[in-house]
């Protein structure tokens, strides 16, 4: 059969920039007909002085084609049409009187148009008159409203200097109001609300009252109002050891105290009904017990070095062992992938070998009907087709054999890939048992074995023990002392060390004995006995005041109420350690404190 004639590549090359011409011709016109669409809407808007709209438009068609002068500047030209009418808008406002509607009018005038000289000089001449109405407002003490003005007019200029000094002279007015108000709270009892106001006070305008001052003092009354007091004195010693009792004094116990917390340590009598504790401490006996014990210790010493068969050697032997039998496996895969390989290459010969036979006799059907086909033109009248030149004579008949010929060839290819393969992974296991004998072979058969003996030793151990029995009563002051139960402890301080010779000849050193001193220990007994009932006094105070922080938290509903207030300032005074949040945190927003910690002094 006679193939087609192949098609000139210069035809072909036309026909393909013919269609990327279309396809960039047809995007282009796309381009032009969104780009004209939106020019014309913005236009179309502009006139129908539908100003956001139009400005939507012409963004739509600078996002097509960013650098269209024409259309810049008709954008430029509707901005300054729009800040036109947003400046007598804003001019109507100013003429009614009404600063705060014609303010944000004239920003964004100033914004459409850079250029509106006259919106910005109605702009200035408004905050002046803004600034004005807070300092009418700052005389007739209308102190919220003032703050409000000049807020405004410091959000459009931060730098407008009768604003910020306007701002000043409100601060300083209102820390004048809170500290007149914290005065009269004070000389009406309400400390509490009183120490919030001062604080309120400082946090205005620092410097400008004695505000700090003040709440400092009020803060120590209120301390000493509500302070857990431990009415104290020194320890009796009844077992003649002044160095346990000293260490047993109120001093001591205040120190152990937390100090952030209003606990008091006092020696005088407490006030009638003042919250708190009478502590009494006795130091009943002081024993100290000496005792030595005998013991035993062992030294390991070395004696001599024998030699044994080598371990490692084994471990070796044992590792070329496994690999010698994972190698007889490798090969055994091995010989059974190159025989079925071998068994494939003789059927793959023999399919060959048909197909090729096939093919010959097909070659010569065809040449035989084709010699018959020309004999049968010459003989048949023109115009008529022999029957003899059929081309059905000349189709293919080894379909079959080319079929199994192929599928034959496709196994061996596989099986050549698994036989490299598998001769692969022999050698690398040859390599590996070749590399398990050379580290078998250089593995010396014996080695050097350190002999060790245990040398016992005698040891004295030396130990000094001081135990303190102290006495405790913690009695309410609001309880009678008769009803409470008195609690004596143990408390015990020791020290230990052991001592032996030496004994050279194994490498034993002289140990002597270094004990500590008995006064030491004597010292440190005082001072665990002090530290517990330092630890019982805190927690009849995390009693005390876990009343005050639960009667504050049931007033939370009205943070802002004066008996509230009294309650809660109280409750987080006790509570100065790790004052709850959820009272604290209300309490500054009712009395509007930016930094509820200064209430703490902090």
């Known amino acids: 059969m006679r193939s087609l004639p192949a098609r000139p590549p210069s035809s072909l090359a036309r026909r393909l920039g013919f269609i990327v011409l279309s396809l960039f011709a047809l995007l282009a016109a796309m381009g032009c007909s969104a780009f004209s669409r939106a020019v014309k809407e913005g236009d179309q808007f502009t006139t ?7 400005e939507a438009a012409y963004q739509r068609a600078l996002a097509v084609e960013p650098g269209d002068s024409e259309v810049k500047v008709k954008l430029r030209n509707m901005r300054k049409q729009w800040s036109a009418e947003v400046f007598q808008a804003a001019q109507a406002k100013h003429a009614e009187g009404d600063l705060a509607s014609a303010t944000p009018l004239l920003v964004r005038a100033i914004e459409l148009d850079d250029e509106n000289d006259p919106a910005r000089a109605l702009l200035g001449q408004t905050l002046d008159a803004r600034v004005a109405v807070a300092l009418e407002a700052l005389k007739e003490e209308r102190l919220q409203d003032a703050r409000t003005e000049l807020d405004a007019v410091l959000a459009v200029d931060a730098e407008h200097e009768a604003a910020r000094k306007g701002v000043v002279a409100v601060q300083t007015a209102w820390a004048r109001r809170w500290f007149s108000t914290a005065q009269r709270l004070e000389e009406e009892g309400k400390l509490g609300n009183a120490l919030l106001a001062y604080v309120r006070a400082d946090q205005e305008r ?6 700090r001052e003040r709440a400092e003092e009020v803060r120590r009354k209120l301390r000493d109002e509500i302070a857990f007091l431990v009415v104290t004195g020194p320890a009796e010693d009844k077992a003649e050891a002044p160095d346990v009792a000293q260490r047993l004094s109120p001093g001591r116990l205040s120190a152990l105290l937390p100090q952030e917390v209003p606990i008091r340590v006092i020696t005088a009598d407490a006030p009638k009904d003042h919250p708190g504790v009478r502590l009494g ?3 009943e006996r002081v024993m100290p017990v000496k005792s030595v014990e005998q013991g035993q210790k062992s030294q390991r010493y070395l004696v001599t070095n024998k030699a044994v068969p080598s371990p490692r050697r084994l471990e070796l032997e044992a590792a070329l062992l496994e690999q010698e039998r994972k190698l007889e496996d490798v090969e055994r895969r091995l010989s059974g992938v190159l025989r079925d390989y071998l068994r494939k290459q003789d059927e793959l010969a023999q399919a060959r070998e048909v197909a090729a036979r096939c093919r010959e006799r097909e070659r010569t059907v065809c040449a035989k009907g084709l010699s018959e086909c020309i004999r049968a033109f010459e003989r048949a009248k023109p115009g008529n087709v022999p029957s003899e030149c059929n081309p059905a004579r000349c189709n293919p008949q080894c379909e079959q054999e080319e079929g199994a010929l192929a599928q034959r060839a496709n196994a061996a290819k596989e099986l050549e890939r698994r036989l490299e393969a598998a001769q692969e992974n022999a050698e690398l296991q040859r390599r590996e048992v070749q590399r398990g004998r050379d580290a078998y072979y250089r593995e010396p058969l014996t080695v050097e074995e350190p002999v060790y003996a245990d040398y016992p030793y005698d040891v004295e151990l030396h130990r000094l023990s001081i135990t303190a029995s102290v006495t405790e009563r913690l009695i309410d002051l609001a309880k009678d002392a008769a009803g409470a139960s008195p609690r004596t402890e143990d408390y015990a301080a020791v020290a230990e060390d ?6 050279d000849k194994v490498g034993v050193l ?13 010292v440190e007994a005082g001072d665990k006995a002090m530290a517990s009932i330092a630890e019982r ?9 876990q009343g005050k922080v639960e009667d504050a938290r049931r007033g939370m509903v009205r943070p802002s109420a004066e008996d509230v207030v009294e309650t809660a300032v109280r409750a987080l005074l006790l509570t100065a350690d790790e004052p709850p949040q959820d009272i604290l945190q209300p309490l500054a927003k009712a009395r509007g404190l930016e930094n509820p910690e200064a209430i703490f002094g902090r």
């Open 281 to 283: 401490v006795a130091v």
């Open 48 to 54: 129908a002085r539908n100003w956001e709209q139009a």
């Open 537 to 545: 006094v805190k927690e009849r105070f995390d009693i005390y005041r």
């Open 510 to 522: 002289a140990d002597p004995v270094q004990l500590r001193t008995e006064a030491e220990l004597r």
């Open 498 to 503: 052991s001592a032996n010779k030496a004994y």
């Open 206 to 211: 620092v410097g400008v009252t004695p505000a």
